[in-house]
Structure formats: C-alpha cells, structure tokens
C-alpha cells in the first residue's frame, strides 16, 4: 500500500480477500482488475475496471479479487467545497437511494486516475497539491456526469446539516477566523453564524473553543507529542498562553493533566 494525503492505493493478486476500515467517507476507484465488495448490509458485487464506489465513513469493507486489481482511494473532507449553495440544494432536493452508490467512468476519467497512480507509485509528494487534485477530479465530475447522476452517487453525503457540521469539525482549527470558515462553506459572514447557531444550538466562537479545548486535551492524554509540539498545532503564540489556556479550561497545567490518570479520564469523557 502507498499514500500520499488523502490519496492511497493498493495492488491485491488474484484469490485475495482483505478487510477495511474506512473512517473517512471514501471514494475507491478500481483502476484495474475484478473484484467482488461486500460491505454493512449491502450484498455482494462485482466492480470492474473504471467503476467508483462510495464508501460512507466508520464502514468495514471487504474486497475479493477476482482478477488482480489495483484499488484508489480517496479520503473526502470536504464536499461542500466544490459545489455552490444553489448546486448543493439541487443536489438533496433531487437525490434518491440505492443500494450501491457506483459511478462508471466517462471521458477522461480513468486517464485522470491512472495518472493519481503513477503519483504514487513514483513516490511523488502530493500532500502540497492533493487538494488541487480533488478540485480537478470534482471539476470532471461536474463535466462528465449530469446533476442526477452525481445525486445518486453522492446521496449518503448528501444532508445538508451534516455536510455543514462535518465542514466545520474538519476546518475550524485549521482557519484564522470565523470569516474564512463561512467562505470555505460559501457562506457569508451573516449567513454563516446564522446556519451554525442552527446546527450546533451554539454561537460559532463558543463551539469552536470548546471543540479545540477537546482537541487539546485528546493530544496531551492520548499522545506523546512536546507540549510545544500541542501548542504549535493549534496556534498559540506562545507557550505561557498555552498554559493559560490550560488552566482556564481544565484547571490543570498539560504536565498535570499528562500525569494524572485519573482526572484526565475523567475530562476527556466529558
């Protein structure tokens, strides 16, 4: 198996059967090969060369190769980013289930994910431009494929207070301010606070403290990273700060809560 980001591959020989575990909504493209996939309660099915499978997130999946295949992946973050507010409304208010959530290729798609492939298996470095890459992909999906379509392929993701919600848990730390968040949701600044107070029953600033106050406290219990390490991560201009901050949500410094079993157990069940 190699990766790079948020893409990966695996090459698997006749006869295999592997087992997954996907915690990240996923697309996986068979690039080549035959292969049988059974997953949750869905029966089996065969996927050939050129076909699209979407996985939705905390899914155990098992592949059986039938011919030997080669299987891209590719973690979604963030949907919404690629559609407008308009296209996402269309997008629900056609959207319909099936059983399997399959796209076949068109066009340049398959060239587009052979190209992925040999990225990686040249070992080139995507993480700077694996978000670009994403954007191209979509770009062809929009292209290729009419707005029914991508419906039914995408119809899991599709709830537009859980694509908000997972938008925001997936980017609040890693933006500088409220406003740089509603425009990565194609939100204005109004319309932005207004949608999130709707979703978590909370003002946005409140949140996103208290989720990065969670966040924190999981990386001094749960890790062995330097608390300038911690620190650095989630911003803080100083380490003094980041011991104020400690303190004032957990009244405990990060050695205290590293050392003391108990109470961080108790904080981080919170």
């Not at 948020?6 to 087992?19: H, P, V």
């Not at 990060?254 to 919170?270: A, D, V």
Request: contains cysteine.
């Amino acid at each position: 198996m190699s990766n790079s980001g948020i893409f990966r591959y695996i090459e698997l020989d006749n006869g295999i059967c592997r087992k997954l575990y996907e915690a990240s909504d996923s697309f996986v493209y068979i690039l080549n090969g035959n292969i049988t996939v059974s997953y949750e309660r869905n029966r089996r099915r065969n996927l050939a060369t050129g076909e699209t499978l979407l996985i939705t997130k905390d899914t155990f999946i098992q592949f059986e190769i039938i011919d030997k295949a080669v299987l891209i992946f590719l973690k979604l973050e963030n949907i919404v980013r690629h559609f407008s507010q308009t296209s996402i409304k269309s997008l629900i208010e056609i959207s319909e289930g099936e059983e399997w959530n399959i796209l076949k290729a068109r066009g340049h798609f398959h060239e587009f994910w052979r190209l992925i492939f040999l990225y990686l298996k040249d070992g080139i470095d995507m993480n700077g431009i694996d978000q670009l890459i994403e954007d191209q992909l979509f770009m062809l999906i929009k292209e290729y494929y009419s707005m029914k379509e991508i419906s039914v392929f995408l119809h899991p993701l599709l709830d537009e207070n859980i694509l908000f919600a997972d938008l925001v848990k997936n980017n609040c730390l890693r933006v500088n301010s409220i406003s740089e968040l509603a425009q990565l949701a194609n939100y204005s600044s109004s319309g932005f606070i207004k949608k999130f107070q709707k979703c978590f029953n909370e003002a946005p600033y409140q949140w996103i403290t208290k989720f990065k106050a969670k966040r924190i406290m999981q990386d001094i219990c749960f890790t062995q990273d330097y608390f300038c390490e911690i620190s650095d991560r989630y911003g803080f201009t100083s380490q003094s700060y980041f011991y104020t901050f400690c303190k004032k949500h957990y009244g405990l410094t990060p050695t205290e809560l590293r050392k003391q079993g108990k109470i961080r157990t108790k904080h981080s069940n919170r």
